[in-house]
């Protein structure tokens, strides 16, 4: 990258940054924040790890297309999906844009196309190369849009039919229901009034 940035610096795109050179008491500083840092982090790589976390870390670092489609997916972990994640931003087709933000925009396109190949050039960075990361790029994201699309549909169309099936279901419980409170009614009834006849004959010949 630094080279690029010497090549911006040619071309004037940039103004070269003057480094300062940090004091000897806050270079002993950093060392010692740097020392401890890397002691603690030592530490904690010798601590085992519980394998349900080791499989939440591992699903983390490489979500597989089953998971994948359970959640939204930023667009880092699409690309790690697709070994996409592993490359420099000198090797994607992300330092093209780079370049591009980094010209005037009221050049005219042909002098920017014009630039960025002599930057590319001066730079020795591949064209073809980039360019081919690109479309790579646009492929899986592509690819992936429609494995998304297919499965989470496909998962919709299961849900709505179980829905449909439990609607059913349930329906068919209200229906039962209603038959049970009217057949208790009528038997209630038929008994009530059976025991009102009973009452009247009794109550006639104790009196």
């Known amino acids: 990258m ?9 071309y004037k795109l940039i103004e070269k940054e003057t480094e300062e050179m940090p004091s000897s008491e806050n270079s002993s500083e950093n060392t010692s924040y740097t020392s401890s840092l890397a002691a603690k982090e030592q530490e904690a790589a010798l601590l085992p790890i519980h394998p349900e976390d080791k499989e939440h ?9 089953l998971t994948a489609y359970n959640r939204n997916m930023s667009l880092e972990d699409i690309y790690a999906l697709y070994g996409l994640n592993n490359c420099a931003i000198t090797d994607t087709v992300f330092v093209l844009e780079n370049l591009m933000n980094a010209l005037p925009s009221e050049l005219p396109e042909y002098v920017k196309k014009t630039t960025l190949n002599n930057i590319l050039i001066a730079s020795s960075m591949n064209l073809e190369k980039l360019l081919t990361d690109g479309t790579n790029r646009y492929h899986y994201l592509n690819q992936f849009s429609n494995d998304y699309s297919t499965q989470n549909t496909s998962d919709i169309a299961s849900l709505k039919q179980e829905i449909d099936k439990l609607s059913a279901i349930i329906s068919d419980y209200h229906q039962q229901i209603k038959q049970k409170e009217s057949m208790l009614q009528n038997q209630l009834t038929l008994i009530k009034l059976e025991e009102e006849r009973l009452q009247n004959i009794l109550n006639f010949f104790n009196k």
Do not use: N
């Open 2 to 10: 630094g080279k690029i940035l010497s090549v911006l610096e040619k």
């Open 57 to 65: 870390i591992e699903e983390a670092a490489s979500p597989s297309p």
